[in-house]
């Protein structure tokens, strides 16, 4: 699960952090956890986790080194479980497990019967997730907890000395007063380039807002194509330092991504190019931020790379309607 994922986990833990019960993060224990007496991964580290890291409202379990061997057996295990098709009753078992048991609530954030996807169909090269519940993806990710629950905004607890790495990134490019921050990628991991905005016409934007006088910081990976007329940020902070020059940021530009969901959590302002591979209702903010969405009558499809309509759903958005929109957020 990459930032985005985390980040809605937060939103799950903000909801549940409403109760009375402690809440402690953890990843699912495998075999050699459960030869020691251990209900979680005790290797994993999410203490040190990009996102979860500092949040007041959770305690962590694991962190301890775990021998060669003792990862070749869980590997095994797990393997086990995939090939028996037993992983999910594994998992509905622990989780079952966890809600019963008195004290701390353990969060198993690598559980898929926690993903907002009910499952992957189709075969080979025509694969497709479909998606779980009517609501927010939080909201599916919070069933299994508390059916019902209203979903909350994703959380990211930043703290000095990320504001100071962001803070310094923005001062060695000489970036000084308003700005505007985009991200023109997005990753391609699951769905390849089905959400993503042709390239050229993120340059077209970029070109009218600077003739506007606006500055345009780019945030992302070092190796990400760089647009032409911005301010190059790509690959200079972490995640977080990048979290924290959101925060700072006018307005930010992007699609569905780790950064989508990071400017939500610390209450920027963003114009979102959105596809159909989900609806934004779904997974986006529109109720905070402005997202630009075609809904085609073959969203949400869930298609993992592969599109039988010539990605209308994201070419149908043209350069000049997303300029104005974002004019328009400015000018609020």
């Not at 301890?64 to 070749?72: D, F, P």
């Not at 979290?243 to 969901?261: I, K, N, P, Q």
Request: charge should be positive.
């Amino acid at each position: 699960m990459g930032y985005g994922g985390n980040l809605m986990w937060s939103g799950v833990i903000a909801a549940l952090a409403r109760a009375a019960r402690p809440l402690v993060l953890a990843h699912q224990p495998k075999l050699t956890d459960l030869l020691l007496g251990r209900s979680h991964d005790r290797a994993a580290r999410l203490s040190e986790d990009a996102v979860f890291r500092g949040n007041p409202k959770i305690s962590f379990l694991g962190g301890a080194r775990k021998s060669a061997l003792a990862r070749r057996v869980d590997a095994l295990f797990v393997a086990a479980l995939e090939k028996l098709g037993a992983r999910r009753g594994w998992e509905a078992w622990l989780h079952r497990r966890a809600l019963a048991r008195p004290g701390p609530l353990a969060l198993y954030v690598d559980m898929e019967i926690h993903s907002y996807a009910a499952r992957q169909v189709g075969p080979p090269g025509r694969r497709r997730f479909e998606w779980r519940g009517r609501g927010h993806a939080i909201e599916a990710m919070l069933a299994g907890f508390a059916p019902g629950a209203a979903a909350l905004p994703p959380e990211i607890h930043l703290d000095a000395a990320d504001r100071a790495r962001a803070d310094a990134a923005l001062r060695a490019a000489g970036v000084e007063g308003p700005f505007l921050a985009i991200e023109p990628e997005t990753n391609p991991e699951f769905f390849g380039e089905l959400r993503a905005w042709p390239f050229e016409r993120w340059q077209v934007v970029v070109d009218a807002l600077r003739a506007d006088g606006w500055r345009i910081v780019q945030l992302g990976l070092a190796g990400a194509r760089l647009l032409d007329g911005t301010v190059d940020l790509r690959g200079k902070t972490d995640f977080r330092a990048a979290c924290a020059v959101l925060a700072r940021t006018r307005l930010f530009l992007g699609t569905e991504s780790g950064l989508m969901h990071a400017a939500r959590a610390v209450g920027a302002d963003a114009t979102i190019v959105w596809g159909g591979v989900t609806l934004p209702e779904f997974a986006a903010y529109p109720d905070f931020h402005d997202v630009i969405c075609r809904r085609v009558a073959c969203a949400p499809c869930g298609n993992q790379g592969w599109c039988d309509n010539g990605r209308i759903c994201m070419l149908d958005i043209g350069a000049e309607e997303v300029v104005e929109r974002v004019r328009a957020r400015l000018a609020r």
